[in-house]
């Protein structure tokens, strides 16, 4: 029942907002070890590195909601979308493009 709960609320995640539209270029030198890594750790980790929560705190937990992420959070020449990180954290638009980058080359 919980993972049911889990699924439906990335399922609405992923409804609500609109991917950023972003585009791996053929020169992306963007990494987990030196991109990844640190935005989940400065931006998401306070909340989804539990258990309670939508988990991300792994590159495959990542990887597998790539999809909400980028309509969550990430920016692109389709959108800039700015619902996550709830709070006080800020994100700047250049991080979110490469965040929008990143997972369009499939988070390596």
Same mark, same amino acid.
């Given at each position: ?19 950023? @539209? ?10 987990? #070890? ?35 992420? #980028? ?15 709830? @709070? ?21």
């Amino acid at each position: 029942m919980k993972k049911l709960f889990l699924v439906l609320g990335f399922l609405a995640i992923g409804c609500s907002g609109g991917g950023s @539209g972003a585009t791996c270029p053929t020169n992306s030198t963007l990494t987990y #070890d030196n991109f990844g890594r640190q935005f989940f750790a400065t931006y998401c980790d306070r909340c989804h590195a539990s258990g309670t929560r939508p988990a991300l705190s792994t590159l495959a937990l990542i990887r597998a909601n790539s999809t909400a992420i #980028d309509s969550e959070s990430a920016a692109g020449p389709s959108a800039v979308n700015t619902a996550m990180p709830q @709070g006080s954290t800020t994100v700047s638009e250049a991080a979110r493009r490469q965040l929008g980058e990143w997972l369009a080359c499939g988070a390596p």
